[in-house]
């Protein structure tokens, strides 16, 4: 039997969701609505889909259980073919956890009998089907029961679908859940089928099976962290295609062997990637340097002229040197409030999911655009001192909660009380409004709403290549200044030879401008394309094809140092004869890796290379910031392989904490010892006090002492802070876990229920409190964990199984006023 589609004139699919609960606790899946839209265009487009669009039902958030059987059945009965029935939605067990019902919008859990279609029901329609070829696809939880129960563990017989010539494919295995990431526009099953039907497989056959998805869609969903699917299927379902495969049409039609229909197929392909506006750095050091540079003088001026830079000691009872004091810390706030308010990464990105602003690599916002009920590119008029600027607005669909940004950043800000949001400031890019006119226009569908005044031109079209290169002025400024210091700290040297603070500052000087000096001199060049990349620095030239490559990426300076990065690969084949670095500066990697550059050599933008390497690298070779192959010695702990590891840092009293003890003793050691004193307390506070503190702090930080990682994994949680100090909880001493929401303040506490007899040990930088009935491992506000709540609450669901609990969120009553 050769490799076909359905015949369109026997073939039948029935295409169900529920995006809507009414009557249940269970949450709206909005992206339901979006999964069986685009699933319907791709099933039934006349250039590759399988299935006429008058022989494809859609049943959407349907209330009545008879009434969709009722459909799925009557499909069954005509199909002579192939029948396809896909559902979209919530899956619930009963009370004994063994039979699996479908969720409708009028399901009530305590009466699934009734409400919902017990999976019992899709199987005896199938069963009674003559079609031959019978198809069914379910993105729910715990849609793994559908399946034959070899597939896993079972406690006792039960009868499941084992017909002749039907294919199952579920988006977890039994007793697993599965998700619908909040903010994206597809639920993650349904939306990775979706990407692989739409742009197609290379190197595939011209039609696409589910058994040939069924491995890059296992891929792709384990990578994100999601549960794997599950297949099972008999006889010769893997003879049938759904749709025609697209990535190998192009490939022949790009080769001059395009199919005889090769206009009606060009006609019908969908847009495949995302359009990024990158920023414009001149609108950056304009407002930064225009408005930083100035300041700094002038305080750095009222600072001198108050006297209290002649003075050799701190007396913080003196007027002048509080003042001083005030103006560098005036200095130092201002250049955060600037870096915040002008990000110099500040991007917008549009794609087929929807539109997001990006910046200061953790800060993003956005909104699918089902999210969305109308986007446009706003004119603001003129005035005499500027012209006019454009922005990105933005309207939330009625009931989304609009996101917006605090006033000193960049991010959303609302602009009237239809929650009508300024998304993005167009002069803060390096494009024109038509552009950004243009890609809405490709991508956002019917929420765009065109503007009169401006033209749409062509979107950009993709780089051939990027060019990264040192930032010459940056690296003349340090260079200047690392040098001035380095001399007058090397006067002040020979003035006290013994005077070790003084020694170490000027070498630290100096060593840093000898470093940009030489960056200024020879700059590092780093191209990449999509044949590789190409690193130049002088006469030394290193050079790989993208074949070449095993593993690359941006990854940590080894023992915590996150403020360098480092960019290494891992070449293919025998090592034997390369250098493991490139510069014996920078540090040694594993043993077949090689450490090309330092990240701030070649870009100050990390995001950036970041996006390069994602765009002409293949997802496999893209490495994680600690995977094993970068460990450095064998004594330093392996990163577990599997599991999910999130980053945040102590609480700000901590840091605070171990500021003040450094500080401290330095500070009463300058008092003991005074300007003019020797002996012991010169000796004590010259030698150990200042080193402590003007070493010890800065080293707290640039090597990630105050980093804490929380991994989720097969075998337990674990809990690392303070360098290599791991706390191990293994599974078998939860009885319960899972996350509690309070709403004001909003704190997400990550609360865990041991068994009986269990003692969980206690740190003093992780404090265990009794919340809740439980012990709080950690609040992911106060820990300043990075990745969002439902992200974490997955990861502990997906490995924790029976034990994990639902997200809970308090409800909080106002104190009522006497």
């Known amino acids: 039997m050769t490799l076909r589609l359905p015949d369109p004139r026997g073939s039948r699919a029935v295409l169900i969701g529920t995006s809507r609960y009414d009557s249940s606790d269970l949450p709206d899946l909005l992206a339901v609505r979006n999964n069986l839209e685009v699933l319907q265009e791709l099933l039934t487009s006349d250039s590759f889909g399988g299935f006429p669009l008058q022989r494809c039902t859609v049943v959407q958030d349907a209330a009545d259980p008879r009434s969709v059987c009722a459909a799925v059945r009557e499909a069954a009965l005509t199909a002579t073919d192939a029948l396809l029935v896909y559902f979209s939605g919530h899956g619930v067990l009963n009370e004994n956890l063994d039979e699996l019902h479908l969720a409708l919008t009028g399901t009530d859990e305590s009466d699934l009998r009734w409400t919902s279609i017990p999976f019992q029901a899709i199987r ?6 003559p079609c031959p070829n019978k198809i069914l696809i379910l993105d729910c939880c715990n849609s793994g029961q559908a399946l034959d129960p070899l597939m896993g563990v079972q406690t006792r017989p039960r009868d499941t679908l084992r017909i002749r010539g039907t294919h199952i494919l579920t988006s977890s295995a039994r007793d697993f859940p599965s998700y619908a990431p909040v903010g994206e526009r597809y639920t993650a099953f349904s939306g990775e089928l979706i990407r692989l039907l739409r742009d197609g497989l290379p190197d595939k056959p011209e039609l696409l099976t589910l058994s040939e998805i069924y491995g890059p869609l296992s891929q792709a969903l384990d990578q994100r962290g999601y549960p794997v699917p599950r297949q099972q299927g008999s006889d010769g379902y893997n003879q049938l295609g759904l749709v025609r495969n697209r990535a190998a049409i192009m490939q022949a039609g790009a080769a001059g062997q395009a199919a005889p229909n090769d206009d009606a197929e060009t006609a019908d392909e969908t847009a495949v990637g995302e359009i990024r506006f990158r920023p414009s ?34 007396d913080l009872t003196k007027p002048a040197q509080v003042i001083a004091m005030l103006a560098v810390v005036s200095i130092a706030a201002m250049g955060s409030a600037l870096r915040k308010k002008y990000p110099g990464d500040y991007s917008l990105v549009l794609s087929p999911d929807g539109v997001e602003v990006q910046y200061s690599d953790s800060e993003h916002f956005s909104y699918p655009w089902h999210r969305i009920s109308r986007c446009w590119v706003r004119r603001r008029p003129a005035t005499r001192l500027r012209g006019p ?25 609302q602009e009237d009380a239809e929650d009508t949001l300024r998304f993005a400031e167009l002069r803060r890019l390096a494009t024109v409004p038509s552009a950004v006119e243009a890609a809405l226009a490709q991508y956002a569908g019917t929420a765009w709403t065109p503007s009169a005044e401006i033209a749409v031109q062509q979107a950009p079209s993709p780089e051939p290549q990027q060019v990264f290169t040192s930032a010459r002025r940056v690296f003349a400024a340090v260079a200047l200044v690392g040098a001035v210091l380095g001399f007058n700290f090397l006067r002040a040297a020979f003035a006290r030879p013994m005077d070790v603070t003084t020694l170490a500052m000027c070498a630290l000087a100096l060593g840093t401008a000898w470093f940009a000096a030489s960056r200024l001199i020879r700059p590092v060049r780093l191209v990449i394309g999509a044949a590789g990349l190409t690193l130049t620095r002088g006469e030394l030239e290193i050079a790989y094809a993208w074949t070449e490559i095993e593993r690359i990426g941006v990854v940590n300076w080894p023992r915590g140092a996150r403020l360098f990065g480092l960019l290494a690969i891992q070449p293919t084949g025998s090592v034997e004869g390369m250098t493991d670095r490139t510069n014996m500066l920078l540090p040694k990697l594993a043993p077949k890796a090689l450490t090309l550059c330092l990240l701030q050599e070649v870009t100050l933008a990390p995001q950036r290379l970041r996006d390069a390497l ?41 840091s605070a904490l171990i500021g003040f003890a450094l500080f401290i003793p330095f500070m009463i050691g300058l008092n003991v010892a005074g300007p003019k004193a020797t002996g012991w307390a010169y000796d004590l506070t010259n030698l150990l006090l200042a080193p402590l503190f003007c070493v ?14 929380f991994h989720v994994g097969p075998s337990g949680i674990m809990l690392s802070a303070l360098g290599r100090r791991w706390l191990h909880i293994p599974w078998g001493d939860v009885d319960r876990i899972g996350m509690v929401l309070r709403p004001d303040p909003q704190e997400h506490a990550l609360i865990l ?11 003093l930088w992780l404090p265990f409190q009794r919340r809740y009935g439980g012990l709080c491992i950690l609040t992911l506000e106060k820990y300043r964990i990075k990745a969002p709540p439902e992200q974490v609450d997955q990861a502990i669901a997906r490995y924790a199984g029976r034990r994990h609990t639902r997200m809970a969120t308090l409800r909080y009553t106002a104190p009522k006023k006497k």
């Open 124 to 129: 005896e329609i199938f069963e009674a089907s």
């Open 753 to 763: 229920w041991t068994r009986p007899d269990t003692a969980v040990p206690r740190f």
């Open 696 to 709: 010890g702090l800065p080293a707290y930080f640039l090597t990630g002492r105050q980093h804490v990682h």
């Open 281 to 314: 750095r001149i609108f950056h050091r304009i407002r930064v340097w225009g408005i930083g540079l100035p300041a700094s003088l002038a305080l750095l001026e009222a600072a001198y002229s108050t006297g209290a830079m002649k003075d050799k000691t701190l």
């Open 389 to 413: 600027r454009y922005d990105l607005m933005v309207r939330p669909m009625p009931g989304v909660f609009p996101q917006t940004a605090s006033r000193t950043t960049p991010g959303p800000h």
């Open 614 to 654: 994602a765009r002409y690298a293949d997802r496999e070779q893209l490495a994680l910031p600690d995977e094993a192959w970068l460990r450095t010695s064998a004594q330093a702990p392996a990163p577990p392989r599997t599991g999910a590891t999130f980053r945040g840092r102590q609480p700000m009293e901590f």
